[in-house]
């Protein structure tokens, strides 16, 4: 990928590439209880008969998950999605660019990966085309309070520095947003609801290496220049301890998911 494509949008991609290729997603506890709530959700969608009884299920999830789908969804054919990865039994594309034909799905599930897509309207159109009418398109993605906490101890941090705060951590969508491209879209029966969770570490520099060991450092094409100095990141995590520390000493952090469910209508052209 060439030094323009990278810029191309809000995230850098060649190192969401890079770091897709070591098999970093994202905090996998987050992952696996989203995942959970997608089963849910779509077991209740074909208890309901709204999902055919033979399906074609296109995943962006980690593979784990499509082992999950096919015990749930026994008669299924499922098509596993990549955009990042580089080769591997399965399909490697794009979200806005689907190698699909037309109405070629039933369902299409994705787990926190267009979070990070530069172009999710156009996305949301690419869902559209490629599901069947009265296909369902399900969705969980981090939402915009997502470790607010560090976010803010970050730009406090910056500030005393004598820095305009950047974007050390980076930001995600609100779940009105979310909704909103899906009805622009073309998508019918949009519904929404977001979930938060409350995770605690022993101290900041704990969180910081978890998200980093996991893929979720920041991704953004315009994340700061200036150096992540060790008085820096020390000042930010003492910032975090003062302004956060439950009672105990231990210290929370917010993780917000944004959950979609979506048809397209019968009648759609």
């Not at 159109?125 to 993605?141: F, H, T």
């Amino acid at each position: 990928m060439t030094q323009g494509e990278r810029q191309n949008g809000p995230f850098d991609t060649a190192l969401l590439k890079r770091r897709r290729a070591k098999g970093l997603r994202g905090p996998d506890f987050l992952m696996r209880h989203a995942a959970e709530e997608l089963g849910l959700r779509l077991a209740d969608l074909a208890h309901e008969g709204i999902i055919a009884a033979c399906p074609r299920v296109l995943l962006s999830a980690p593979g784990w998950l499509r082992d999950d789908l096919s015990r749930l969804l026994p008669d299924a054919t499922i098509w596993r999605l990549d955009w990042l990865a580089p080769a591997g039994g399965h399909v490697v594309a794009d979200h806005p660019a689907l190698p699909f034909a037309d109405e070629t799905f039933d369902v299409l599930l994705a787990l926190f990966d267009p979070a990070f897509v530069n172009d999710l309207p156009g996305a949301f159109m690419q869902w559209r085309r490629v599901l069947r009418p009265g296909g369902r398109l399900l969705l969980v993605l981090p939402g915009g309070e997502t470790l607010n906490e560090l976010r803010a101890a970050f730009a406090l941090a910056e500030r005393e520095a004598g820095h305009d705060p950047g974007w050390r951590v980076a930001p995600f969508l609100d779940v009105q947003k979310l909704a909103q491209l899906a009805g622009l879209a073309g998508f019918a029966q949009v519904v929404t609801d977001v979930e938060r969770l409350r995770v605690r570490h022993a101290d900041a520099l704990s969180l910081m290496e978890e998200l980093r060991a996991c893929g979720w450092s920041n991704p953004l094409t315009e994340r700061p220049r200036t150096p992540m100095t060790r008085t820096l990141l020390a000042r930010a995590a003492a910032l975090y301890e003062l302004r956060f520390a439950d009672a105990d000493g231990r210290l929370p952090s917010t993780f917000e998911l944004l959950y979609l469910t979506a048809g397209r209508s019968p009648a759609s052209k």
